[in-house]
């Protein structure tokens, strides 16, 4: 069975601070990964996704994930946080056909 | 260019009342697929449409849940008749053809059933 855990469904973290949200995944075959955020009131945008070539993947607004396949994970990380990052944060698996996987979501706070 | 809208925003209904949710997908999308989030939970997989034709169901939770897709344009998803554990937020999503891997969601149906 395929599944997505996102650890810690609330992180807090300071302005400028460096942004670290887990996401580990169960699958038999190589998956894509995705991570998406939804601001208040708005559908789920695209962050960035990895479907093969390099494991390190850079997505929009300064965000960057990276592919392990020895440890199942791809977290999401961003150097140093802004207000503007506060959001929830869904991290996502296509193992084959068209299903997506979603994990439980990540709820972002940026402490000024 | 707009981008998938979903109609209404909100909606509060009592139990055993029918409801439907609407999806305008982003134009010339073949693929729809719809979603469900319970408060707290994952985002659940539904149902996937390419054009009118349903591709895989196997996510709809029982026969209560109905959705169409007539002209392959919009989609409508109705619940009939609504129980508590209906409750959640439902999202539609589009894709173009062959892009399977790239959604763009809508903002969601917050649905209430009381």
């Known amino acids: 069975a395929q599944s997505v855990t996102q650890l810690g469904s609330h992180v807090s973290v300071s302005e400028g601070a460096l942004v670290l949200l887990r996401c580990n995944y169960s699958?038999?075959?190589?998956?894509?990964l995705f991570w998406y955020v939804q601001y208040p009131n708005q559908g789920l945008q695209l962050l960035l996704k990895?479907?093969?070539?390099?494991?390190l993947v850079k997505g929009i607004n300064g965000f960057e994930a990276e592919f392990k396949k020895s440890e199942t994970s791809f977290h999401l990380t961003k150097p140093s946080a802004h207000m503007s990052d506060a959001a929830e944060y869904f991290c996502?698996?296509?193992?084959?056909?068209?299903?997506?996987?979603f994990g439980t979501g990540t709820s972002l706070t940026v402490i000024p | 260019e707009a981008g998938v809208t979903q109609f209404p925003s909100h909606s509060v209904i009592e139990k055993g009342q029918t409801v439907t949710l609407r999806c305008d997908p982003i134009s010339g999308h073949d693929n729809l697929y719809w979603y469900r989030r319970v408060m707290g939970k994952e985002i659940k997989f539904l149902l996937h449409?390419?054009?009118?034709?349903?591709?895989?169901e196997s996510g709809m939770p029982n026969n209560r849940f109905l959705a169409e897709r007539t002209g392959g344009t919009y989609s409508t998803l109705k619940v009939q008749p609504a129980e508590l554990e209906d409750s959640g937020v439902y999202f539609c999503?589009?894709?173009?053809?062959?892009?399977?891997?790239?959604?763009?969601f809508g903002p969601g149906t917050r649905l209430l059933v009381l």
């Open positions: 699958s038999s075959v190589p998956p894509y």
């Open positions: 990895y479907t093969t070539g390099a494991t």
């Open positions: 449409f390419v054009k009118e034709s349903k591709q895989d």
């Open positions: 999503a589009s894709s173009q053809k062959g892009r399977v891997e790239t959604q763009y």
């Open positions: 996502a698996v296509r193992i084959a056909g068209n299903q997506f996987y």
